[in-house]
């Protein structure tokens, strides 16, 4: 276990380095503690930006940190990936200059909910009364020039956060000074000059070697990506045109019969029973999440599975939110939503969040003997192994008789495309932010206006860009595991937990980390 000197550095008693690594990230992202259900950090914020030099430092004993357990290994292979990605972030992007959306996952206040009543109380207050001074810190310490798509995101989930403070908690003392904290400081963002904020091949290079331990040249990963839209983009043309529409056309007509929760429940009951006669990954026939309407209509997440904190002294259950909105009117509102929440690309999204997606990974997870590949989760294997589930879904047979929900999952698997080729073709400035608009229009089939803003938001989302990047790494190894049993490979991968892609290629592998750090051979 770590600990924490809230007053000093972290410190692992144990003098572990890995304990003191993990504790290093969560004096740094409380919130992150939070969720992990390490309580010491409840009403805790942030009390100054990252130390660079104390990073490298600890970087340097996690790498010169060796072992011949095979967890053990592990470990220390995620937590040099994570330390090293924030020593980058704050040296060569200058984060804490550039980057307002980050500080605002301290805002949340939703994580203290599950606690009992007086625990609860303590925690809220404490946190609603530090958050005036922690948000004027932070937009002080932010560049007049900043990220456009940044720029854009944050300011909006700030005023979203403000509102949900005022409606949710309005009577809570410290609530009302807390959102109009929020609301100052998405003034001082949309305040901001936007800038491009290109990384070019170098920054974007260590960025994702950083991140995800990948190695590959950035140019192989644009050939790479272009071939996949290209693949995608053709298929699902000739399938639409076969069924006598457009992909979109199509899907919205498709309405649901039911309550969203209500129809997700029985898609996920039906997707554990099919994963588990399939039998190509383990499944335990009595796991289910709970299922919850998300209260917060905000335009930042559709659906989202929330993960059990692994250090809370009793585990509750993963739970998976989801929207209910109004599906019946016809109004632009909900013609967006019916493209999203009709019946078949609810069954993609099911297999995402759920069977075998992100819910069958969490339950994968929680025998793993530490927390670092636990309580820290990279986007490249989570939402790679998430979106990987979609394809393999259709492999065995989910989608026959079903055209529809082959439709849905190509079309899921060309938008994720899409984000991975913007991402790195606007940061190797071969297109410009108005190519991929047209992109996403004539391709993606999308409105321009929903174009514009995603061709300003997605350079500023690695995240986005690793779904179908994670995907083309597991492909890989799934090659290269050769004549493997395709069960034992699943579960080879899943066992490392929630780790970066190169951890994860050395635990399933049992190769040496400089063998498996790059993504292809």
């Not at 692992?12 to 740094?28: I, M």
């Not at 207050?125 to 932010?142: I, V, W």
């Not at 917060?296 to 929207?323: C, F, K, M, N, W």
């Not at 819910?359 to 530490?370: D, N, Q, R, V």
Request: a negative charge.
């Amino acid at each position: 276990m770590f600990a924490v000197d809230h007053d000093g550095p972290p410190v692992a008693p144990d003098a572990d380095v890995v304990s003191e690594a993990v504790g290093t990230l969560f004096a740094r992202y409380p919130h992150k503690a939070r969720l992990a259900g390490a309580h010491e950090y409840d009403g805790v914020l942030p009390d100054s930006g990252p130390d660079p030099a104390a990073l490298a430092s600890l970087g340097a004993r996690l790498a010169a940190t060796h072992s011949d357990d095979r967890e053990r290994r592990a470990d220390l292979s995620a937590a040099a990936l994570l330390v090293e990605a924030e020593r980058f972030r704050a040296e060569e992007l200058r984060i804490a200059h550039t980057d307002p959306l980050g500080p605002l996952a301290e805002t949340d206040v939703d994580v203290y909910e599950e606690l009992t009543a007086r625990r609860r109380d303590e925690a809220l207050a404490a946190h609603l009364r530090a958050l005036p001074g922690y948000l004027e810190t932070t937009a002080a310490r932010l560049d007049d020039t900043l990220p456009a798509g940044l720029r854009l995101r944050a300011a909006e989930l700030a005023r979203g956060q403000a509102a949900h403070l005022d409606g949710a908690l309005g009577a809570v003392p410290g609530a009302e000074s807390a959102a109009r904290a929020l609301r100052s400081y998405a003034a001082t963002v949309s305040d901001a000059k936007p800038v491009a904020a290109l990384l070019g091949p170098d920054r974007l290079a260590g960025l994702l070697r950083t991140q995800e331990g990948i190695e590959i040249p950035v140019e192989e990963l644009l050939a790479e990506a272009r071939d996949e839209v290209d693949r995608h983009a053709a298929e699902l043309d000739r399938k639409s045109r076969a069924l006598g529409g457009t992909a979109a056309e199509l899907l919205s007509a498709r309405a649901l019969r039911g309550p969203v929760l209500a129809t997700t429940e029985t898609i996920v009951r039906r997707l554990r029973d099919f994963w588990r006669d399939v039998d190509v990954v383990s499944v335990d026939p009595t796991a289910m999440p709970e299922f919850r309407r998300m209260r917060q209509l905000d335009g930042t997440a559709a659906v989202e599975i929330v993960i059990s904190g692994p250090l809370e002294d009793v585990r509750r259950p993963h739970v998976l939110y989801l929207p209910e909105p109004d599906l019946t009117s016809d109004g632009p509102s909900a013609r967006v939503w019916r493209q999203y929440l009709n019946e078949p690309m609810l069954e993609v999204i099911a297999v995402h969040e759920t069977f075998p997606g992100h819910y069958l990974h969490a339950k994968a997870s929680e025998s793993l003997p530490g927390i670092v590949r636990t309580c820290f989760r990279t986007a490249g294997f989570t939402e790679g192994w998430a979106h990987y589930a979609e394809e393999l879904s259709v492999e065995h047979g989910l989608a026959d008789g079903r055209p529809l929900v082959e439709l849905a999952q190509l079309r899921a698997a060309l938008v994720s495309a899409s984000r991975l080729l913007i991402f790195l073709s606007v940061h190797l400035r071969r297109w410009k932010f108005q190519d991929a608009a047209r992109h996403l229009v004539g391709v993606c089939g999308w409105a321009p206006q929903e174009a514009a803003r995603e061709a300003l938001t997605i350079p500023t989302d690695l995240d986005s860009a690793m779904y179908c990047l994670g995907k083309l790494v597991i492909r890989r190894w799934r090659a290269q595991a050769g004549g493997a049993e395709l069960k034992t490979f699943h579960d080879g991968v899943l066992g490392a937990g929630f780790a970066p892609l190169a951890t994860v290629a050395e635990y399933w592998s049992a190769r040496p980390a400089e063998a498996t750090t790059g993504v292809a051979e």
